[in-house]
């Protein structure tokens, strides 16, 4: 019998789930789950080829159990790729299954307990602060909120390419959202400017921080009201005790030096991308929106910065690239 997302929600993810930003992910409407005695793996199928999203959830961390659970799954289903996936998963892959893990981008951790809005890079926030201050406007947690779509339809109208929202390796809005947070940007005359969904992360049976899955802003604002509702979010989080807010994945920013494990033709490949293909998604604006919060070296002690894997049989696997892409909503 398929499992409902409340029951993937209440007994995989809650449980089991240790700290991936991706697990409240795998509950969109076009995953499939294989279930097994030792844990849960979320896919897509496209294009005659698999596609795992996030690190399998272990029921056990016994490194031989994760084991068996990956070879009964690769058993069952072919031309399999697992794609974001954390370094620990993506050495597992490497050592034990022969795969390459190659980074497609990084993940940026702020430490709820440690981060201050100080210091130069991060002048720009303090500003998009003051300004929303100055224009009265009032950020609020509104779970009750749902008025989303004109903003939305406003946002995308100004994206490089329109019309065209990501999905798969990015979730949407609606699905599933139990136990997200939403806070919202209003004007002064209480319409609404902007809004941000945050997803819960769970490690050890209890919710740990959050990531900002889904983000919306009216061009009308524009000194960053991304800035302004994060910094709000960041307070009460704070005050809650709990420990992070995971940026998500700033794609195609990888490391110079490559691990050994990694393939060099696709590191090519990506950078390729990164420098050619601006006009089919910002990374470099992601990326630089992202770094004020927590710089790409990660030397303060505002958080931490860690790779992420695509994890392949090929070297150069460019027919499931592009299908991810597709599956993505990026071409």
């Known amino acids: 019998m398929a499992l409902t997302h409340l029951q993937i929600f209440e007994n995989y993810i809650k449980p089991y789930s240790k700290g991936s930003c991706m697990h409240y992910s795998i509950l969109q ?14 896919y897509i199928k496209k294009h005659g080829c698999h596609f795992v999203l996030a690190d399998p ?26 794609v974001q996936v954390s370094r620990k998963f993506a050495e597992l892959l490497h050592e034990e299954f022969n795969f390459y893990s ?19 890079r ?21 779970p009750l909120e749902d008025n989303f779509d004109s903003i939305s339809a406003k946002w995308l109208s100004t994206r490089q390419v329109k019309e065209r929202e990501i999905k798969f390796l990015v979730r949407t809005y609606p699905y599933f959202e139990k136990d997200a947070r939403t806070f ?9 400017l902007a809004y941000i969904i945050f997803s819960p992360i769970f490690e050890n049976g209890k919710c740990a921080g959050y990531v900002p899955d889904i983000s919306r802003s009216s061009p009308k604002f524009k000194q960053g009201i991304y800035y302004a509702i994060m910094v709000e979010a960041i307070k009460q989080f704070k005050n809650e005790g709990l420990s992070y807010i995971n940026l998500g994945l700033s794609p195609l920013i990888i490391t110079e030096d490559a691990e050994s ?16 293909a601006g006009t089919l998604y910002n990374y470099n604006g992601i990326n630089y929106t992202k770094s004020r919060f ?38």
């Not at 919202?184 to 609404?192: F, I, Q, R, V």
């Open 29 to 42: 409407p076009e995953m499939r789950y294989f279930q097994h005695e030792y844990g849960l793996v979320s």
């Open 57 to 82: 959830i272990y029921r056990s961390q016994d490194r031989e159990f994760q084991v068996k659970l990956i070879a009964d799954f690769l058993n069952q289903y072919k031309r399999v790729s697992f």
């Open 102 to 120: 190659t980074q497609i981008g990084n993940e940026r951790l702020i430490d709820l307990q440690q981060w201050k809005i100080s210091g130069k």
């Open 122 to 142: 991060k002048q720009v926030i303090r500003t998009a602060c003051n300004q929303a201050a100055k224009q009265g406007i009032e950020i609020i947690e509104n």
């Open 184 to 192: 919202c940007a209003y004007s002064a005359e209480g319409n609404l």
């Open 261 to 276: 494990y990694e393939s060099e033709k696709l590191r090519s490949v990506f950078k390729f991308i990164r420098k050619y």
């Open 294 to 331: 927590i710089h790409d070296s990660a030397q303060s002690n505002d958080g931490t910065t860690t790779p992420t894997f695509l994890c392949h049989k090929s070297s150069l696997p460019l027919f499931k690239i592009t299908a991810i892409f597709r599956a993505a909503n990026v071409i």
